[in-house]
């Protein structure tokens, strides 16, 4: 199959603007892995062009920084609301300015979409993203970090109520069949690891040993990647036995609600004693047949599932359902694993082809749901697919129903929906597990069967022990399925001082059920101060615990005002927010040296109205210099005269008289009030707003 690959595309002719340069620097600390990623294209356009940026990345993946630098012009993107962003951004390019906008794509979380709006001709450009991420880690306490590089085209299926993206830029994309690259192309990474040693160089990743006794060593390598294929970072976590604390304290700006309190991050592995490691269970092995899984796919997912057939228990149950446009079912129901029963389902592993269209996952799944589990067992089911589909969120809700029923979920090969494979996962209480085309399957599939076994830890609540004056919030609100020796990472935050004083032992109590057994795990740790590094002002682990956050509320349905709210206080994406771009250096320099920002959003008219005080004048505050593009000191510093109200109101007259003339008749009366008010106030108001024009470079009107 050829894969989806990602670039920047003009949205008029479908051209991709050709990719000259990638740069990626990976720095990883522990768990954490902090990205910064610079694509460096050029147009060979004669004139201007609006283009689309579409990239891959992984769902959990927390985006908080974006700019796009333009022949020496940065723009810098912040969240908003997505409507509101959407609005800016097209009125900014309907006027001719350079503006950017940037979203998850529709119905797909792990697929970002920037747009670029006049993009000069034979401009160069380079866009800049940062985002940190969590490390996946195994429970044999093997981490892997993903650096994706291919994009698979999303199948609609006709099952679905989820309706195929609207939008234009998106719609371009999924019909190309790859990044225009100059001749002269290259991606480049650069990888810090803390603790690193003895590293190991191969095609498609690296390897490296880390030392929990050596963190404060540093190890880099850099790398020219190939193209087209997803490039990993292996690390074999050594002398991590020990529970993991970092304390990240909050910002000074004490009105950022979620970015001035203190974040704990707790990685530990539970080992609970007297776990009942196997109950009954009735395991379901729903496999991808579409087009998409062709080759190297299909055979591993065939290893998979051979792996998995020959390690079942003997007292369970099985069925598999092979699914693609359509869905078969081995047995009509469920069968006991036994002699019999495995000789029919290894003939139809060895027969397995990707033969069956396309890729409708719901409906196999709504059949399993709906026969009765029989006596005490529970459903296991593994989903095995390369995750290319737009209705994730009916799947993950569909899951998220089920009762005494855990899924486990394979994203098989490059480029897989990472969004499919880590929500349907979390919302059915079970592990996700990512199978590149160039892995061995074995300890995996081992993996996810001794989870798969285990009666996990369930309905899990946290009582934590931390100094006096200090309460915690756990993130997310509502812990996730906890698996006997899995690698465990907690988010929580700290209200109250956290001073140096109290810094000392802390401990938190884990309590769960196993079936019908309730169970205690108890951990012990120091809380301590964090150590000072370039990475603080960043505040990744807030980052983390936010994205964490923002995931649990969209599986939950949550109030979309409330994840609004998160998003941008934190400046990470959801489904209900945007990044739109800021230009740092859009300012046109006019009469003594002034200069105003070009803002013609009749929201931003309306905005200036509604600031106007009952007598017809305007102050000079931070909120009507932010409507007008600038700041309050220059505004007063540019003043002709000694009453600054005076000056304001001139500014606002002549503000609405250039950016809103051909709506004048909505704010005549506004002008007339603020005129009059004027002529009061000065012995004579065309002075000063013959100034006001000048400063916005607005010639005077016969009318003033």
């Known amino acids: 199959m ?344 290894m003939q139809l592993q060895k027969n397995l082809q990707a033969d069956m269209g396309g890729t409708e996952i719901l409906k196999p799944l709504e059949n399993v749901f709906k026969n009765r589990l029989s006596g005490c067992h529970s459903r296991q089911i593994f989903l095995l697919t390369d995750g290319a589909v737009y209705n994730v969120p009916e799947l993950v809700q569909l899951v998220r129903k089920q009762k005494n029923t855990r899924v486990f979920t394979f994203g098989m090969g490059d480029g897989c929906s990472t969004e499919l494979i880590r929500d349907v996962a979390k919302a059915g209480n079970g592990k996700a597990t990512f199978v590149k085309d160039s892995d061995r399957l074995q300890s995996k599939v081992m993996s996810v069967l001794k989870a798969s076994i285990q009666s996990g830890i369930t309905d899990v609540t946290l ?73 603080d002002n960043l505040y990744p682990i807030h980052r983390l615990a936010a994205k964490a956050s923002l995931t649990e509320m969209e599986i939950s349905n949550v109030k979309e005002s409330l994840m609004v709210s998160l998003s941008t206080t934190t400046n990470i994406t959801c489904k209900y927010t945007a990044f739109v771009g800021v230009d740092k250096h859009s300012k046109e320099i006019v009469a003594k040296g002034f200069s105003v920002k070009k803002q013609t959003e009749k929201g931003v008219m309306m905005q200036l109205i509604e600031i106007q005080t009952f007598d017809g004048s305007w102050q000079l505050t931070d909120n009507f210099s932010k409507i007008l593009g600038n700041t309050m000191e220059q505004l007063r510093r540019e003043s002709p005269v000694v009453d600054i109200d005076i000056w304001a109101t001139a500014l606002a007259v002549a503000f609405l008289r250039k950016n809103f003339l051909e709506q004048r008749e909505e704010w005549e009366m506004v002008e007339k009030k603020a005129l009059k008010w004027l002529s009061i106030k000065t012995n004579d108001d065309k002075d000063v707003l013959q100034e006001a024009s000048k400063i916005l470079s607005l010639p005077i009107n016969d009318f003033c």
């Open 463 to 535: 009582t934590w022990s931390l100094p006096t004056g200090c309460t915690a919030i756990n993130v997310p609100e509502n812990v996730p399925a906890i698996f006997d020796g899995e690698m465990f990472i907690l988010y929580c935050i700290i209200s109250g001082n956290v001073e140096e004083s109290l810094f000392g032992k802390s401990s938190v109590v884990l309590t769960g059920h196993a079936g019908d057994k309730t169970l205690d795990y108890k951990m012990n740790f120091v809380l301590g101060s964090k150590k000072q590094t370039d990475a």
């Open 2 to 345: 050829s894969h989806q690959n990602y670039g920047l595309i003009s949205i008029d002719t479908g051209y991709f603007v050709p990719l000259q340069r990638i740069d990626v620097q990976v720095s990883i600390n522990g768990l954490i892995a902090s990205v910064k990623s610079e694509l460096h294209y050029v147009s060979d356009k004669d004139e201007n062009t609006e283009t689309v940026f579409v990239f891959p990345l992984d769902s959990d993946a927390a985006v908080y920084e974006f700019e796009a630098e333009i022949d020496g012009r940065t723009i810098v993107a912040e969240v908003q609301e997505k409507s509101q962003a959407k609005e800016t951004y097209q009125d900014a390019v309907a006027s001719g300015y350079t503006a950017v906008y940037m979203s998850e794509a529709d119905n797909a979380g792990d697929i970002f979409r920037l747009k670029l709006g006049n993009l000069p001709a034979k401009a160069a450009a380079r866009l800049t993203l940062r985002y940190v991420q969590e490390v996946d880690v195994s429970s044999d306490k093997i981490g892997t970090f993903m650096l994706p590089r291919a994009l698979n085209p999303r199948y609609v299926p006709k099952c679905s109520s989820q309706n195929s993206p609207s939008d234009a830029s998106f719609r371009i994309h999924t019909i190309q069949s790859g990044v225009t690259y100059c001749p002269d192309f290259t991606m480049n990474l650069n990888a810090v690891i803390a603790g690193g040693t003895r590293m190991v160089d191969l095609t498609t990743k690296w390897e490296f040993d880390v030392l929990a006794e050596k963190m404060d060593e540093m190890i880099s390598s850099s790398k020219q990647l190939d193209n087209g294929i997803d490039f990993s970072i292996v690390l074999h976590y050594k002398g991590f036995e020990q529970p993991g604390v970092v304390l990240e304290t909050g910002s000074a700006d004490k009105n950022n609600p979620f970015l001035s309190t203190d974040v704990l991050m707790v990685n530990f592995s539970p080992d609970f004693e007297n776990l009942e490691n196997q109950v009954p269970c009735e395991f379901v092995i729903i496999i991808d047949c579409s087009g998409s899984m062709m080759g190297s796919r299909m055979e591993k997912a065939k290893e998979t599932l051979l792996l998995i057939l020959k390690s079942l228990p003997v007292n369970c149950k099985f069925n598999i359902i092979r699914f693609g446009s359509g869905f078969s079912s081995l047995f009509l129901e469920s069968s006991k694993y036994d002699e019999n029963s495995l000789k029919v389902a």
